[in-house]
T-cell receptor, first 114, second 118 residues
Framework: DAGVIQSPRHEVTEMGQEVTLRCKPI?????LFWYRQTMMRGLELLIY????????DSGMPEDRFSAKMPNASFSTLKIQPSEPRDSAVYFC????????????FGPGTRLTVT | AQSVAQPEDQVNVAEGNPLTVKCTYS??????LFWYVQYPNRGLQFLLK??????LVKGSYGFEAEFNKSQTSFHLKKPSALVSDSALYFC????????????????FGKGTHLIIQP
């Protein structure tokens, strides 16, 4: 298995632009998670899905952030408009199910907003 | 609400010595506990987990962790450190199904930098 796949690996964009991050979870996994990692705030859970349905989006910072999971093999995290404070590494992870099962993380997308 | 505390930002250990990375947790019921490791410019990798049963859990790369319910702790240990163990370590918690959880995400601690000196 290829593991969790994220694209792009690096993204540099200007303030105000729309950014879309993509994730392909491990085949057969039913839960998908989006995290953000910064030096100041550490690792934060933004949103997670069970069976393609958003369960908890309380970690999404504000309305500029949105996430979708149209099918079991694809998810997007969109920021519109982007701001410099959104600069971070964004990780996608998947697991068989949320809870007892370990999560497998992708390599992350390093986002820089200038 | 659940939380995880990793009281040490950094732990320094000489190669060959035993290491301990501390973690305490807070949940309103029985916990499921996890340790992950992150190498530079990589995603997190699963090391081990406590679900139920034996309080001493063994995981990858010779690591183990001991669940202590009375102290609400889940410290990560290794008998003999290697330079290659140097990385960022995260403890995480979620609520067990028998306490009303089971379909939730993980709450991570802020991480501890482990530095193994040759």
């Amino acid at each position: 298995d290829a593991g969790v796949i994220q694209s792009p690996r690096h993204e540099v964009t200007e303030m105000g632009q729309e950014v879309t991050l993509r994730c392909k979870p491990i085949s057969g996994h039913n839960s998908l998670f989006w995290y953000r990692q910064t030096m100041m705030r550490g690792l934060e859970l933004l949103i997670y899905f069970n069976n393609n349905v958003p369960i908890d989006d309380s970690g999404m910072p504000e309305d500029r952030f949105s996430a979708k999971m149209p099918n079991a093999s694809f998810s997007t995290l969109k920021i519109q408009p982007s701001e410099p404070r959104d600069s971070a590494v964004y990780f996608c992870a998947s697991s068989l199910l949320a809870g007892a099962y370990e999560q497998y993380f992708g390599p992350g997308t390093r986002l820089t907003v200038t | 609400a659940q939380s995880v505390a990793q009281p040490e930002d950094q732990v320094n250990v000489a190669e060959g010595n035993p290491l301990t990375v501390k973690c305490t947790y807070s949940v309103s019921g029985n916990p499921y506990l996890f340790w992950y490791v992150q190498y530079p410019n990589r995603g997190l990798q699963f090391l081990l987990k406590y679900i139920t049963g034996d309080n001493l859990v063994k995981g990858s790369y010779g690591f183990e962790a001991e669940f202590n319910k009375s102290q609400t702790s889940f410290h990560l240990k290794k008998p003999s450190a290697l330079v290659s163990d140097s990385a960022l370590y995260f403890c995480a918690v979620t609520l067990s199904p028998d306490s009303g959880g089971g379909a939730d995400g993980l709450t991570f601690g802020k991480g501890t930098h482990l530095i193994i000196q040759p």
